[in-house]
């Protein structure tokens, strides 16, 4: 078998020595050999097995799986979604609409791997080419019809979708994120478009017609399927958008819809689902059973008061959740929020301006400050704000016990950043921590 990670070698295995980010391959090719690869695919050096030099390994790797598994996989129908936010919902909420025809759908991005139920988490919301090719043959092994998977900026740079094409892409909105790795917004689109040129001939692109990007991504050799709320420009008309506490209503073209989603962006989310329902399924989607994915406003209810929890860790994404929110609160709206170190710090005051404006009170606090000191992220999200309604708390987890001590009846405690993980990461070390389970624990 084919193996990019020395580790995982076992004897008969061929060790493929990657050029990554951090590490190079090269580096462990005496490691692969003593665990008992028998074969070497290395751009430079004479080993002790049967070696291949190749001019690039990555290369000969996506070449090889192409040429390995095409076949074989060429009945899965594959649907890849990009764009800054929404992705991890519309692959959850297609997920339960194939299950809800009787069929199978794996599922491959930021909250795991998923057949038909979930196998296990993994280290990139995209992961690496080798891996995406197990994990497709694991999906038609396990019976699923479809692969539905997120599909990231990052990925894309790297060419970690190698020479996949698929039967549907879909772009949902892009805003501001990533932009220690992308120069400017111009590149992150680039990036983004690549997948938009791994469309099968008769293949659909669903393109948010809405955004300010969108012409990134309507490329005039696509079948282009567009959405939003622009009635004489668009396939799927969103209109009459109704949002309760407890439920949001609205029309897509004709017909009415309910769902216990929240919010105008779970609409723009949804109604991918209706449409890829519609071009796959073919039949009309259900969207009452539908639920969110764990950590997308996700609701606590308690002693009259409301707790959600949401992964929100873009500015744009941190307004739109609280403008949702603000839609339908009673009382005050207490926001616990902090910013990730070891990435982008110009979007850290943005998230504390916009947190601050829109919240009757906040408390910051650390998310996952990596390598970075965790007061110097925060003075970052307090620069030029009043502090009158701000508490600085560094420690997340009394962080998150003091919004529920000044959370009363009809207030709404709002824990922003983190959403479904189940670690903080401190340093280098990753330490267990879910903001649903400190909930629970201290209530």
């Not at 744009?316 to 009673?330: G, H, Y």
């Not at 990596?370 to 997340?396: C, F, G, W, Y």
């Not at 709404?412 to 903001?435: A, M, P, T």
Request: glycine share 6%; proline share 2%.
């Amino acid at each position: 078998m084919l193996k990019t990670n020395s580790k995982l070698i076992t004897p008969g295995d061929t060790f493929v020595a990657l050029r990554g980010i951090n590490h190079d391959g090269h580096d462990y090719i005496k490691e692969a050999i003593e665990r008992g690869a028998t074969k070497i695919i290395a751009e430079h050096g004479l080993y002790e097995v049967d070696t291949f030099i190749v001019k690039n390994t990555h290369d000969y790797l996506v070449d090889e799986l192409d040429r390995l598994y095409h076949e074989e996989l060429k009945d899965l129908t594959l649907i890849g979604v990009t764009g800054t936010n929404g992705k991890t919902t519309v692959c959850s909420l297609f997920r339960q609409a194939v299950q809800q025809q009787g069929y199978s759908c794996a599922m491959i991005g930021t909250i795991g791997f998923y057949t038909n139920e979930f196998v296990r988490t993994l280290s990139n919301t995209t992961p690496d080419v080798l891996e995406i090719y197990e994990m497709l043959l694991e999906s038609k092994k396990s019976g699923c019809t479809y692969v539905i998977m997120e599909v990231s900026s990052h990925a894309l740079s790297y060419q970690r979708i190698g020479k996949l094409l698929f039967d549907v892409v879909v772009f949902t909105n892009l805003t501001e994120d990533h932009l220690d790795f992308h120069q400017n917004m111009n590149d992150y689109a680039l990036a983004k478009q690549q997948l938009f040129y791994h469309l099968k001939p008769q293949g659909k692109a669903i393109v948010n017609i809405d955004d300010a990007y969108k012409n990134y991504f309507l490329l005039s050799d696509n079948n282009n399927i567009t959405y939003g709320m622009h009635k004489d420009k668009v396939d799927y008309w969103i209109h009459d958008i109704q949002i309760k506490s407890d439920k949001t209503e609205f029309v897509v073209n004709k017909q009415m819809y309910t769902m216990t989603l929240l919010g105008y962006y779970n609409v723009y989310n949804m109604t991918v689902a209706i449409i890829l329902t519609e071009l796959l399924l073919h039949t009309s989607l259900d969207t009452t059973s539908l639920l969110p994915p764990e950590g997308r406003l996700e609701i606590i209810q308690n002693q009259e008061r409301m707790i959600i929890i949401d992964y929100a860790h873009t500015p744009d994404a941190v307004e739109k959740v609280l403008q949702t929110v603000r839609s339908f609160a009673i009382g005050k709206i207490i926001t616990i929020i902090g910013c990730g170190g070891n990435r982008e710090r110009k979007k850290r005051p943005l998230m504390g301006r916009i947190a601050n404006s829109l919240s009757d009170q906040c408390i910051f606090t650390s998310d996952n400050p990596r390598n970075e000191n965790p007061m110097q992220i925060l003075d970052d999200m307090t620069k030029d704000i009043s502090l009158e309604r701000v508490q600085i708390i560094e420690n997340r987890k009394e962080a998150i016990k003091k919004g529920l001590q000044i959370c009363k009846k009809n207030d709404i405690l709002l824990i922003l950043g983190k959403g479904h993980e189940n670690y903080q990461q401190i340093g280098n070390v990753k330490y267990e921590f879910n903001d649903k389970k400190i909930v629970e624990e201290l209530i």
